[in-house]
Protein backbone atom coordinates (compact mmCIF):
# COMPACT_ATOMS: atom_id res chain seq x y z
CA UNK A 1 0.00 0.00 0.00
CA UNK A 2 2.86 2.35 1.02
CA UNK A 3 4.27 1.87 -2.66
CA UNK A 4 1.16 2.79 -4.39
CA UNK A 5 0.58 5.68 -2.37
CA UNK A 6 4.19 7.06 -2.55
CA UNK A 7 3.68 6.30 -6.75
CA UNK A 8 0.56 8.50 -6.32
CA UNK A 9 2.38 11.39 -4.84
CA UNK A 10 4.87 11.05 -7.21
CA UNK A 11 2.36 11.35 -10.12
CA UNK A 12 0.37 14.06 -8.46
CA UNK A 13 3.07 16.15 -8.04
CA UNK A 14 4.36 15.80 -11.76
CA UNK A 15 1.06 16.46 -13.61
CA UNK A 16 0.25 19.61 -10.58
CA UNK A 17 3.70 21.26 -11.58
CA UNK A 18 2.84 20.83 -15.30
CA UNK A 19 -0.81 21.62 -15.13
CA UNK A 20 0.17 25.30 -13.16
CA UNK A 21 3.08 26.21 -15.28
CA UNK A 22 1.52 25.64 -18.73
CA UNK A 23 -2.24 25.63 -18.27
CA UNK A 24 -3.37 28.38 -14.96
CA UNK A 25 -3.44 31.72 -16.51
CA UNK A 26 -3.85 33.83 -13.25
CA UNK A 27 -0.48 35.81 -12.57
CA UNK A 28 -1.33 36.40 -9.67
CA UNK A 29 -0.29 32.41 -9.03
CA UNK A 30 3.59 33.88 -10.30
CA UNK A 31 6.63 31.50 -10.63
CA UNK A 32 5.65 28.74 -8.15
CA UNK A 33 7.63 25.15 -6.92
CA UNK A 34 5.99 22.26 -5.42
CA UNK A 35 7.99 20.94 -3.31
CA UNK A 36 5.84 17.97 -2.30
CA UNK A 37 2.66 16.07 -2.09
CA UNK A 38 1.49 14.13 0.64
CA UNK A 39 -2.43 12.10 -0.53
CA UNK A 40 -3.94 10.74 2.33
CA UNK A 41 -4.43 6.51 2.62
CA UNK A 42 -7.88 6.45 1.01
CA UNK A 43 -6.61 9.15 -1.73
CA UNK A 44 -9.41 11.77 -0.57
CA UNK A 45 -6.89 15.12 -0.26
CA UNK A 46 -3.71 15.87 -1.21
CA UNK A 47 -1.82 18.23 0.17
CA UNK A 48 0.10 20.08 -2.07
CA UNK A 49 3.10 22.02 -0.43
CA UNK A 50 4.26 24.97 -2.57
CA UNK A 51 6.75 27.99 -2.43
CA UNK A 52 6.85 31.02 -4.41
CA UNK A 53 10.02 32.04 -5.88
CA UNK A 54 11.22 35.72 -6.24
CA UNK A 55 12.30 38.60 -4.11
CA UNK A 56 9.21 40.24 -1.79
CA UNK A 57 6.31 37.87 -3.18
CA UNK A 58 3.58 37.69 -1.49
CA UNK A 59 2.87 34.08 -0.52
CA UNK A 60 -0.76 34.85 1.25
CA UNK A 61 -1.88 36.65 -2.91
CA UNK A 62 0.05 33.20 -4.02
CA UNK A 63 -2.21 30.99 -2.26
CA UNK A 64 -5.17 32.67 -2.84
CA UNK A 65 -4.73 32.54 -6.32
CA UNK A 66 -4.21 29.11 -6.01
CA UNK A 67 -7.32 28.39 -4.19
CA UNK A 68 -9.31 30.39 -6.74
CA UNK A 69 -7.92 28.26 -9.60
CA UNK A 70 -8.48 25.02 -7.48
CA UNK A 71 -11.90 23.99 -9.93
CA UNK A 72 -10.23 23.94 -13.11
CA UNK A 73 -6.72 22.14 -11.75
CA UNK A 74 -8.58 19.47 -10.77
CA UNK A 75 -10.72 19.16 -13.69
CA UNK A 76 -7.78 19.44 -16.01
CA UNK A 77 -6.16 16.97 -13.06
CA UNK A 78 -9.35 14.21 -13.97
CA UNK A 79 -8.97 14.60 -17.55
CA UNK A 80 -4.75 13.37 -17.20
CA UNK A 81 -5.53 11.16 -14.46
CA UNK A 82 -6.74 7.15 -14.50
CA UNK A 83 -8.42 7.16 -11.19
CA UNK A 84 -12.24 7.13 -10.70
CA UNK A 85 -12.24 9.89 -8.04
CA UNK A 86 -9.50 13.13 -7.92
CA UNK A 87 -8.44 14.08 -4.62
CA UNK A 88 -9.36 17.40 -3.22
CA UNK A 89 -6.49 19.51 -3.07
CA UNK A 90 -5.15 21.52 -0.19
CA UNK A 91 -2.36 23.95 -1.08
CA UNK A 92 0.31 24.46 1.62
CA UNK A 93 2.51 26.94 1.92
CA UNK A 94 6.20 25.16 2.68
CA UNK A 95 8.33 27.31 4.56
CA UNK A 96 11.18 25.00 4.56
CA UNK A 97 13.20 26.99 1.80
CA UNK A 98 12.56 30.17 3.74
CA UNK A 99 14.01 28.34 7.20
CA UNK A 100 17.10 26.98 5.54
CA UNK A 101 18.13 30.31 3.81
CA UNK A 102 17.80 32.05 7.02
CA UNK A 103 19.84 29.21 8.37
CA UNK A 104 22.74 29.67 5.51
CA UNK A 105 22.46 33.38 5.94
CA UNK A 106 23.78 33.05 9.74
CA UNK A 107 26.43 30.48 9.39
CA UNK A 108 27.53 32.87 6.86
CA UNK A 109 27.52 35.82 9.43
CA UNK A 110 28.85 33.89 11.92
CA UNK A 111 31.94 33.50 9.51
CA UNK A 112 32.50 36.64 8.27
CA UNK A 113 32.45 37.65 11.73
CA UNK A 114 34.99 35.10 13.02
CA UNK A 115 37.46 35.81 10.05
CA UNK A 116 40.83 36.65 11.59
CA UNK A 117 41.78 38.86 8.40
CA UNK A 118 38.42 41.02 8.55
CA UNK A 119 40.49 42.85 12.27
CA UNK A 120 43.41 43.75 10.25
Known amino acids: ?9 GILQR ?8 EVKNPQVGFITITGVEVTGDFSLAKVY ?6 GYKKKHGLEA ?3 S ?10 RLTIR ?3 ELKFIYDSSL ?4 KIESLIKE ?3 NDDPQAED
Open 1 to 9: MAVKKEKMN
Open 15 to 22: ELTDIISK
Open 50 to 55: VTFLGQ
Open 66 to 68: LEK
Open 70 to 79: KGFIRSMLAS
Open 85 to 87: RVP
Open 98 to 101: DYGD
Open 110 to 112: IHE
